[in-house]
């Protein structure tokens, strides 16, 4: 068995039914724990959002701790990790995905709650916290291993899955797609032939990567909270005019995506395995995209300025909102209403199709947006990322700048390389450190939903002024 039938094999086992399950149950509990609260308060949350609160503790402020959770957020799972899924899973995936969304805003919010509840606040106002934190001090000190386990996990996420291979991939095969789509001009590296623009692509980003990481979390901070949101907000715009060019596709694929989300455009007999498929995928890219359930966000909303758990918890859940129920939403739909789930392309390239024949100019122009969007998205990912990892190191040794200096030259060495390795192997490795991440991390969520409906309750009995 070679490398990559191994990872494969290994990934099948992770991401089996029982984490599926215990993913989806722990959002429908903590759904049922919060009474529904965001669909509640979710008009709320998005007004808390861009509102700072500096009289609290914390390293920056509340919506710089919320662009760097939606910075490491929102990626490559947007753009190339919904098409994975809606390719390998059908048009179905995104029905699950959205599901899983909705009940995964639960999941943030409590994530929130707990990261600033239990998090620690050194002298120099220097914030630690996360699921690492609540696990050991939520739970006890006897489950202080499960949470040491956690920040091995999110090492391995950040320096070798989700924070630095995929992003920059996503990025070189965007870049080669629109530069170089015929391979016409190549150079031999490793043994093997890539396109100059891949080889340009890995250190212009590693480059850039080092000039912010360096930094530490206020650059990082800095640099996303006039990123993210414009990007974000053009991403959507373009998404609208697809939709929009295209509206009389619409309804035969939002028919197309309920019908396959439960197997109803299968042969006889496979609607169960469609449907099988269609949830594994769509809730493995979901989480992979808005990380709800995953432990990372809270590591980033445990920095922000703010004497409230809560307020900052509900901050938290509109990422998972913005993320899924929107971002990634709107590139399914317009994946399905031009056909390229039907053209065989993957990842980027398919995302890539859906831009181009869905806008009414030259193909190139949709490319090049595209190109941009995912080059944005991307990067700024791997920045956020950097920022949860090295806290996830800091956990296990401690604050020893040497350690941490070393692991962000390593961080940006992973960076450099992450073109040059295989796309399969690439996504695969990085959905098993998001399922090993996730187990610890939902075990502490089910243990202490008594203490994230406790806080909810008396922060509302106690701010019943706050309304929609």
């Not at 791997?382 to 961080?411: F, H, N, P, Q």
Request: proline content about 2%; hydrophobic content about 50%.
């Amino acid at each position: 068995m070679n490398f990559t039938a191994f990872i494969k094999s290994v990934d099948d086992l992770v991401w089996g039914i029982p984490l599926i399950v215990l993913i989806m149950g722990t959002g429908i509990l903590l759904t049922c724990r919060v009474k529904l609260l965001q669909m509640r308060k979710l008009g709320l949350a998005l007004k808390l959002m861009v509102r700072n609160e500096e009289e609290g503790a914390g390293e920056v402020s509340s919506f710089g701790a919320f662009c760097t959770a939606m910075a490491a957020t929102i990626g490559t799972g947007n753009i190339v990790g919904v098409a994975t899924a809606v390719v390998a899973g059908g048009p179905g995936a995104l029905f699950w995905m959205i599901l899983a969304a909705f009940f995964g805003m639960a999941t943030k919010y409590s994530e929130g709650v707990l990261a600033v509840k239990y998090r620690t606040v050194d002298s120099d106002g220097h914030a630690l916290g996360g699921p690492f934190y609540y696990i050991e001090k939520g739970m006890g000190s006897g489950w202080k291993w499960l949470g040491k386990l956690f920040a091995v996990f999110g090492i391995g996420a950040g320096l070798l899955g989700i924070g630095t291979i995929t992003q920059v991939s996503g990025i070189a095969s965007a870049v080669k797609g629109f530069a170089d789509p015929d391979n016409a001009h190549m150079v031999s590296l490793f043994g093997e032939s890539y396109s100059i623009t891949v080889v340009i692509t890995a250190i212009v980003v590693a480059v850039a990567t080092a000039l912010v990481v360096i930094g530490g979390i206020k650059r990082i901070s800095n640099v996303t909270t006039v990123i993210v949101p414009f990007m974000a907000i053009t991403y959507v715009v373009v998404c609208l005019a697809i939709i929009l060019f295209n509206i009389k596709e619409f309804p035969a694929a939002i028919v197309t995506i309920v019908k396959s989300a439960f197997g109803l455009r299968a042969m006889s007999g496979g609607a169960l395995g469609a449907m099988m498929i269609a949830m594994q995928k769509g809730v493995a890219r979901g989480i992979f995209s808005n990380e709800a359930g995953l432990g990372s966000a809270p590591i980033a909303a445990a920095a922000a300025k703010t004497s409230s758990s809560v307020r900052q918890g509900l901050i938290s859940m509109t990422g998972t909102f913005i993320d899924t129920i929107v971002i990634c939403t709107m590139t399914g739909t317009t994946l399905v209403m031009t056909g390229a789930t039907e053209t065989g392309l993957e990842g980027a390239a398919c995302t890539s199709y859906a831009f181009s024949k869905g806008l009414p100019w030259s193909d190139s122009i949709g490319s090049f947006i595209l190109m941009l969007c995912l080059a944005f998205f991307a990067f700024t990912t791997i920045l956020g990322w950097d920022y949860y990892s090295e806290r996830c190191l800091e956990y296990l040794i401690g604050k020893k700048k040497s350690a941490l200096t070393v692991y962000r030259w390593l961080y940006i060495l992973a960076v450099l390389i992450g073109p040059f390795l295989t796309v399969e192997a690439v996504w695969t490795l990085a959905d098993i450190f998001n399922g090993l991440m996730a187990i610890p991390n939902l075990i502490a969520l089910i243990a202490l939903n008594g203490v994230v409906a406790k806080e909810t309750k008396d922060f509302f009995n106690k701010e019943k002024h706050l309304s929609l």
